[in-house]
């Protein structure tokens, strides 16, 4: 059939396809069309079935579909916690997952404090139809018993005994390393149905790990508790059916696809080390959920989009699980719509887009292929150097995970106060009248835990979002409007060349907006003075002009004597960079330039101590 159809049609090679590209470009480099991930991985703008270097192994799942999982935390008790849970299965959900963490006298999710609480919690659930995750951390050897007899008989019980995961939170393990040792061969799994020794690297993740970085540290950990439990007389059939994969999604699409399969790929490599063939008949358990790494605060409905294209990312790269996050996750843990809005986008991807019919959704597509196997060199070439310097555990106990997760969560945050990346709402195309003084608390709490003293053996990293420097900003707007007082005016005094001074008035408009101040725009001044006489009419806060590098050369002197003699407590700003014109500017009493290159971050810090 396909010689039939295609034998009308003469054959393309990718150099007619580059060639066409070229010309397009109208003698621009081909480099202009290929863009780099975060990791300095080439992407081209076309790929064809000879870019592929070799066919990618069967990264298939044990069953087609993946299981739309609904966390249940916060609740009063174990039986409100059961009550939630049921209605989540009845709304659409077909997994459970619950939260139980305790530190210290800290506690956070369902509290469960004995087998009575894991039995009410769990009353009246079918077991045998409806997975669960039970996450109590460090807490899970404590309830083992308990769990293994839940388990028995059940569709599948996953537990997240993970204490280097402990440790690069918390800075501890949460018990000696010998305990550890024993907690991990006492939790290993004969039942193919039940997991208890996770890998969270939605941890990694959520912290502003690179996804190479995710990869090669989830890889490096999962090895190292494979190793712990085969020295310690575990099979490794018995290892491999112990450990699970809990993984950050976030917002680059087609990157998030390929680190999936990478991550079943790479796994299974690994099996297959220690044991011919156990990687093909052992497949990995990926729990996916999207990260809060890049949910912002402000314009939230924008994570709507962000949690729906990362659970399209899970689903296409393979996840078992998906939970995603609500919208609104920032301001409240309990929001019931926020919840049914998060837990309706996966039941759009399974019903609609009929996600759950395809075995391998990315399979022939040749530019996920590629990226899959670029992923995978990357990662494994990383994992190789980790292994050198004596494995994973080693590098935690010296900080090196930490140190590079850190390395890549600051240069996220640079980029994003460079507007180099984009939080949509946040630091581009923000909406100044929004407000959120509730997010106060959530501000206030951050600020204690990035306080709070590492006195654990291990360095700890923090997982904050990258839009977190522009909400603990921006909410001081907030909180200044909520105590009675006005909001900031910010007058845009836009005069001279019509091109410039509108693109200027809006460039400002939308820089200035992120501090949620009031704009102020005009249509355009004839002269100076006129535009200070209705800045002042309107008693704004912030004067900023916005005209042509060569008009400024004339209109600083006016417009710096024009608004220290009329409008001495307001604040002149530039829009724009003359750097001919700066020392001048100066002189004159002019010190604030706005501009692509500024960073927005400083700025904000500067105007809002103003306040």
Known sequence: MDELLFSEFPGVTSEEWKNTILKDLKGQPFEKVEWHTEDGITIQP??????????????????????????????????????????????????LLFYSHEEGAKSYGVPIHSADDIKNLLQGIDLGVTPVILSLANRTP????????????????????????????????????????????????????????????????????????????????GVEYFNTLVESGVTPALAANSLWFWMGVGSDYFTEIAKLRAMRILWSQVLNVYEPGLGDVTKAVIFASTSSWNFTAYDPHVNILRGTTAAMSAVIGGADYVYVNPYDSVYAQTNEFGKRIARNSQLLLRHEAHLDKVEDPASGSYYLEVLTHQLCERAWEEFQAIEAEGGYYKNLQMGKVQDAIIASAKQKRDAASSKKQTLLGTNQYALPKERHPELGENITNTKSLLAFPNQGKYKRVDTVRLSWDFDRLRVLTDLHVAKGKSVPKVFLLTIGDVNMRKARAGFSSNFIGCLGYEILDNAGFDTIESGISAAKQSKSDIVVLCSSDEEYTTLLPEFAKSVKKEMPSAWPIIAGFPKDLIATANELGITDFIHLKRNLIEFMEKAQAKL
């Open 46 to 95: 076309f790929y064809r079935k000879e870019s592929l270097p070799s066919p990618l192994p069967d990264i298939s799942r044990n069953q087609k579909g993946w299981n739309i999982t609904e966390s249940i935390l916060n609740q009063g008790s174990a039986s409100q916690a059961n009550e939630s849970a049921k209605k989540a299965l009845l709304s659409g959900a077909d997994a």
């Open 142 to 221: 404590t309830f083992e018993k308990e769990i293994r007899a839940k388990a028995k008989g059940s569709k599948q019980f996953l537990a997240d005994y993970d204490p280097f995961g402990t440790a690069i939170l918390c800075g501890e393990l949460g018990d000696s390393e010998e305990k550890v040792k024993t907690n991990l061969s006492s939790l290993a799994s004969s039942n193919i149905n039940e997991r208890f020794i996770c890998v969270h690297s939605n941890y990694f993740r959520d912290a502003g790990a690179s996804i190479s970085q995710e990869l090669n540290f989830t890889l490096a950990a």
